[in-house]
């Protein structure tokens, strides 16, 4: 290549390449676009939420049956079952008394008085009111009316924690009946509040404060009146005691009742009925049979009472009593019924041998064979001697038959009259001075023995009766009983004479320093008596009144009581002093 054209290739080249270097560089090729996930963008940072506390676990119910069975454990039988009497709460309240919480109504206070000292909060406020109550181990003793709401409130506060407390057996009527004192015309004074006691189970509170809060008239309870008249319904209730087995033996028991000792209870839980059936439960007060009320009806059995005071309650309003024989009671209604209008059921002789001649009584001569045989006996009557005379009740017409009973005096005759109408023969008199009145009046007797009484049908007679009499009559010793005049006159001074005439016969003359209480006041007068082991010789006109007197006394526990043979005809035609 010519140099003339090289050169100007080389400048052109040249020129080029300063171009080149002067313009903008070229951009690479872009790349293949790539697929791009769009990215969250984080939401700002919340502060915590507080922790909430757990929810706190619910307590449980309260299980009543065990409760109760424990609280029942702990109330034995030598402590009272967590009771106190009215004559050891009295000597209590001499020293460091017990705290003493009423519960009885304001009006029940007004109307009946308190015990000094005690503190008022009605029975369905006393768990608001624990602020009131002394520390939860210092005594406090708890008293109602009779005994039930004391042990419905013994049981809760016990129940509670408070461990030293007792209720007052009986309730105020036990302690006025012990003739121990009352503050009448005031109120108690208004209960201090102090610190309310620490309660472990909330629960078991409101369980217990529902039931004692809601309470209703009558408090669950039922008075032996009414408790009878049910009895003899169509849809009578189901009857538990709820005593020990010595008291049912002891006391006796109310026809028809399930005997379920109050520490068993709950053991026997599979002797109880329908939770839905009438139960009345009861034992010898109130006070046991409030506690397992209240246990039954926490338990759910829905139709539940208390007897209001007890087999007591129901002796005192004169119900009768299965199982035993309440001889203060049956003695005390039929003396209190002899009456001068009836000849405290004895008959003179001229009135018999009238009756004799015209529609002849059954006669029967309680004599021994010996005096029989000795004095003769009046015709047409039947030979029993008074210690067998109960054995042969088949011997005798039917039980309103008319029935005369004689003896040699009066004194015999008296006590089998008692005993043939306290086992039901409505029509028995005895012959007042026996064989010797009706020979006084110059009256026919027929020597030797009476014939054999022939035999029938016994009568159908309460067989508790029928043993005591018996055995009393069985066991009469040689005597019977009696005290001839001389023998009283020699020893006067040892005696307690006890006059049962009417006030007019110990006027128109008496024994010196003789009591008189007349025979059918004898029972509401026993107060007068000295004590059960005295020695005292009863007596009344003939030795009638003073047998029966005797015989009564005798077999209530009065151990050294005898009659004065004749009564005050045999003292005065012995010429022995009388005052006037």
């Known amino acids: 290549?010519?140099?003339?054209?090289?050169?100007?290739?080389?400048?052109?080249?040249?020129?080029?390449?300063?171009?080149?270097?002067?313009?903008?560089?070229?951009?690479?090729?872009?790349?293949?676009?790539?697929?791009?996930q769009a990215t969250k963008v984080p939401e700002p940072t919340k502060a915590p939420e507080p922790t909430k506390p757990p929810e706190p676990t619910p307590e449980p119910a309260p299980d009543a049956q065990a409760l109760f069975a424990a609280l029942v454990d702990a109330l034995p039988a030598d402590k009272g079952f967590g009771s106190v009497s009215a004559a050891k709460l009295n000597e209590e309240l001499a020293g460091k008394a017990p705290f003493l919480l009423d519960v009885r109504e304001a009006a029940e206070i007004e109307k009946d008085g308190y015990i000094e000292g005690a503190v008022h909060i009605p029975v369905r406020e006393v768990l608001k009111n624990l602020d009131k109550l002394p520390a939860q181990d210092q005594p406090i003793v708890v008293y109602c009316a009779s005994g039930h709401r004391g042990g419905i409130v013994m049981a809760a506060l016990r129940l509670l924690g408070y461990t030293n407390v007792r209720n007052l057996g009986g309730g105020l009527g036990a302690w006025k009946k012990a003739e121990l004192p009352v503050v009448t015309g005031s109120m108690p004074a208004a209960p201090k509040a102090g610190a309310a006691p620490k309660i472990d189970s909330q629960a078991l509170f409101d369980m217990l404060d529902k039931f004692i809060s809601g309470l209703p008239d009558g408090f669950y309870s039922v008075k032996a009146d009414k408790l009878a008249e049910a009895l003899t319904g169509k849809d009578a209730p189901v009857l538990i005691d709820v005593r020990t087995q010595a008291e049912w033996d002891k006391d006796g028991y109310i026809e028809?009742?399930?005997?379920?000792?109050?520490?068993?209870?709950?053991?026997?839980?599979?002797?109880?009925?329908?939770?839905?059936?009438?139960?009345?439960?009861?034992?010898?007060?109130?006070?046991?049979?409030?506690?397992?009320?209240?246990?039954?009806?926490?338990?759910?059995?829905?139709?539940?009472?208390?007897?209001?005071?007890?087999?007591?309650?129901?002796?005192?309003?004169?119900?009768?009593?299965?199982?035993?024989?309440?001889?203060?009671?049956?003695?005390?209604?039929?003396?209190?019924?002899?009456?001068p209008d009836k000849s405290f059921y004895s008959i003179?002789?001229?009135?018999?041998?009238?009756?004799?001649?015209?529609?002849?009584?059954?006669?029967?001569?309680?004599?021994?064979?010996?005096?029989?045989?000795?004095?003769?006996?009046?015709?047409?009557?039947?030979?029993?001697?008074?210690?067998?005379?109960?054995?042969?009740?088949?011997?005798?017409?039917?039980?309103?038959?008319?029935?005369?009973?004689?003896?040699?005096?009066?004194?015999?005759?008296?006590?089998?009259?008692?005993?043939?109408?306290?086992?039901g023969y409505t029509d028995v008199v005895n012959l007042n001075g026996g064989l010797g009145a009706w020979k006084k009046l110059e009256l026919p007797v027929v020597t030797g023995i009476p014939e054999a009484a022939a035999a029938g049908e016994a009568p159908k007679v309460d067989e508790a009766r029928l043993s005591a009499l018996d055995a009393f009559l069985s066991a009469l010793p040689d005597g019977f009983y009696t005290i001839k005049p001389a023998d009283l006159n020699a020893d006067l001074t040892k005696f307690t004479i006890l006059d049962v005439r009417t006030p007019e016969e110990f006027t128109n003359g008496h024994i010196e320093g003789a009591i008189n209480i007349p025979i059918n006041e004898l029972f509401a007068s026993l107060d007068k008596l000295p004590d059960k082991a005295a020695s005292i010789i009863i007596l009344c006109q003939s030795g009638h009144r003073g047998a029966v007197g005797m015989m009564a006394l005798r077999m209530i526990g009065y151990t050294d009581i005898r009659n004065l043979g004749g009564g005050m005809n045999a003292w005065t035609a012995a010429e022995l002093p009388v005052v006037k």
């Open 1 to 36: 290549m010519s140099k003339k054209v090289y050169l100007p290739l080389v400048l052109l080249m040249t020129l080029s390449l300063i171009l080149g270097a002067c313009a903008p560089t070229a951009a690479p090729p872009a790349p293949a676009p790539v697929a791009v």
């Open 348 to 423: 003179k002789a001229d009135k018999l041998n009238e009756a004799l001649a015209d529609k002849p009584p059954f006669l029967v001569d309680v004599r021994e064979a010996a005096e029989v045989e000795k004095d003769g006996y009046i015709e047409g009557a039947v030979h029993i001697p008074i210690r067998d005379l109960l054995k042969n009740l088949d011997k005798l017409p039917a039980q309103d038959q008319p029935i005369v009973i004689y003896c040699a005096s009066g004194h015999r005759g008296g006590l089998a009259m008692a005993a043939l109408r306290l086992l």
């Open 256 to 339: 028809g009742a399930t005997l379920i000792p109050f520490n068993d209870f709950f053991n026997s839980l599979d002797k109880l009925p329908a939770k839905d059936a009438a139960v009345v439960v009861y034992c010898g007060s109130g006070h046991r049979g409030g506690i397992l009320m209240m246990a039954m009806r926490l338990m759910g059995f829905t139709n539940v009472t208390n007897l209001a005071g007890g087999l007591g309650g129901w002796k005192t309003a004169k119900m009768p009593v299965a199982g035993v024989t309440d001889w203060n009671a049956i003695w005390g209604e039929f003396i209190g019924q002899l009456s």
